[in-house]
């Protein structure tokens, strides 16, 4: 009975140190041909001195394992710094047929494009970022409802963590005014699948004015209580100028509970983009519920863009990609 408990907690701290460590696999062999050794010894040793030597093995194995960690901790702590998460795009859109079915991709279908009054979103040229055609949407401010949005769902139906991502231009700084003090970026809604016209939306990202310059929050809903809680991007974490291409993207962990997290993005290279707002330990759709992702021109009446309630933004090379567990180097993925 006691030579199993400790043959199996042998094992458990074998493979314990070996999986934490990508420890070669041969330890493990070595340990087990020890034991099996001991084990095999002629009776006449006396169960006390097979105990024993078992005992030994085990102690030994261990010592070299404990040193084995050590040294690999102490080398990790002198690497660099690991790269950032491995991601695999699941659905893009350059828009370069010119026309809007990639947004239809996928499912019977992934994703489309919905209407409200005025609001449209057409292929355009003069929305290009790369190639010959991007998508440009457009809605009147003058009066309330007008809006315009792109959705996807395929990829947040089969990916529970999903980061969504598009290069973005506007023409002039887009200025919620009143009544309504809100322009509507892209949103995270939650749905019910048996019955989609049961939506609501969850996570808001719009768009403001400081310094000159648009900058971009966060309007959480609890879907409980059904108040809204905005989160601005920090003091100082602006978008660049009106006119200039930037990369927006909104990575989503979906939760009904409050285990979600929801990251804003931003920058006008991909490879160095600031985080602009965090927010974890969050619930981002009902329970039941399955979330869906827009990008959107979607004005709250009184806003103006140059002057004008007309409100354009131009879209270009949309992504969406799954978010890849962080893997351990050197151990097999
Ligand atoms: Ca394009």
Redesign the pocket.
Known sequence: MRRNLLLSAAGAVALTLVSAVAVSASVSPSLLDKLNATLSAPVANGVDQRQKDYNQALHDEIVKLEERVTALEKSAGSSPPPAPLPMSALWTA???AGTLDEWKQGLPAGGGEYNDGTGASITSMAA???????LRQTADAAVGGNATRMFRWAETRSHTRTIQGAWYRFPANIFPGAPSNFFNLAQFKSVDPLNPSTNVPAWVLGLKVRDNLNYLYLAEHDLTNGNWISHNAPAGVNLPAAGTWVWIEMELHQSDTTTGRVIVRSGTDRASLTTVLDKRNVQTKATGHENVWSTNCYPGEGTTQGGSTTITVDV??VEISAVVAPTVPGLPR
Do not use: L, W
Request: glycine share 24%.
């Open positions: 350059g828009m370069e290009a970022r790369t190639g010959t055609y991007g270009d090379d």
